[in-house]
């Protein structure tokens, strides 16, 4: 049987994956949102946030208050300060979707997105909650193959993201400097999710192995 | 007279000063690259990121080792956690002013900047100093008051923010999509390296007062 300490570690962590749950369905949405142009979807993206910030204010203050009061060393030290930075990645994270949304609902009820990029954004959007869908098994399941597997996405991601720029840059494109500006901001907003989503799946390989994958920006 | 352990806390903090000094290096030398099209410049705020990634690695790895060994309690608990959390935010800093140097190394020997934004950018550029420059104050001297002056100038940085897009979006301008998409990316970059250096004064506000300004995004 686990002790009132442990069970409060394991809580820790079941707080995390369920941030990565909340992050991955307001990506999902706000990517509905962005390519419906429905703006009660954008809405609810903006307005849930707050639930993904109030569970990383209370990870925040169970972690201060269980390193005061239990002094934690060796792994229990290491899993409290990366739950701390997933915690913080994953609120950005949250942030970014809502970023996502806000563009929606601004040109609504117009769409933000042309037909040329649809499919490149849906991609994007999927490739996003793919990543974070792995990003919350890994924080449960600290399996370190898996979190080395995220890269492969990322670099799909970033692919996508070069795409957009050459559709916006090409001789055809005849939707002028505003929407190009909306998908340069909402390209950068997912290929951040997905970085943010890589490092929590490294924050995993660091508190199993000790080091931490190579960083990129 | 410090013992060891108190003085490996201040040590700390003159890293973390020495990370605002660099970062403040950066975003300066980074914005005369982009106005002036200087590629020599602009090439060393990319090779010299890597200083400001290598202080942080020691930052880290020295909290780690000085928390297994001294399981520091209460303020000095505090201390070290939010050590760990402005080290992240200067680093994102150090990255972002990458970023503005290498949109001016893509475009060199061309500016990256037409006419009418040169003086936006400029501004935005010594607002971004400004806020480093105090951050970096604030975490030497944990003075809150200075720390709370910060959303002042980071509310003048989001004016020049939307002011570069009322710019790019006038139906005077005649630059075409390409510059309206590296202004928007550096727009971002500057406005985020603005919010980043918010945060790390707003971590001495709560280092000291125990309480966290509202948080903005």
Chains 1, 2 share one sequence.
Do not use: C
């Not at 993904?52 to 201060?64: D, G, K, L, R, T």
């Not at 849906?122 to 990543?131: F, K, R, Y």
């Amino acid at each position: 049987m686990r002790d009132a300490y442990h069970e409060e570690l394991d809580a820790l962590t079941e707080r995390l994956v369920e941030m990565t749950s909340l992050t991955r369905s307001a990506i999902s949405r706000a990517t509905t949102a962005l390519l419906d142009a429905d703006l009660q979807m954008a809405e609810s993206v903006i307005s849930r946030d707050a639930e993904v910030n109030a569970i990383f204010a209370e990870i925040e203050a169970s972690i201060f208050e269980l390193m005061a009061r239990q002094q934690p060393v060796a792994v229990d030290l290491r899993m409290v300060i990366t739950a701390l930075r997933m915690g913080t990645d994953l609120e950005r994270m949250g942030d970014l979707a809502k970023h996502v949304a806000k563009v929606a609902r601004l040109r609504h009820p117009e769409s933000a997105i042309p037909n040329e990029v649809r499919s490149t954004i849906l991609e994007m959007g999927q490739i996003a909650e793919n990543l974070v869908t792995k990003a919350g098994a890994v924080v449960a399941t600290r399996d370190v193959d898996t979190a080395l597997e995220l890269g492969a996405d990322d670099d799909a991601m970033n692919k996508l993201h070069r795409r957009l720029f050459k559709v916006i840059l090409s001789k055809d494109w005849a939707h002028g400097v505003e929407p190009a500006i909306d998908i340069t901001l909402i390209g950068r907003y997912y290929e951040r999710y997905a970085d943010h989503a890589v490092r929590v799946a490294h924050d995993v390989v660091y508190l199993v192995t000790g080091a931490r994958p190579d960083k990129k920006d």
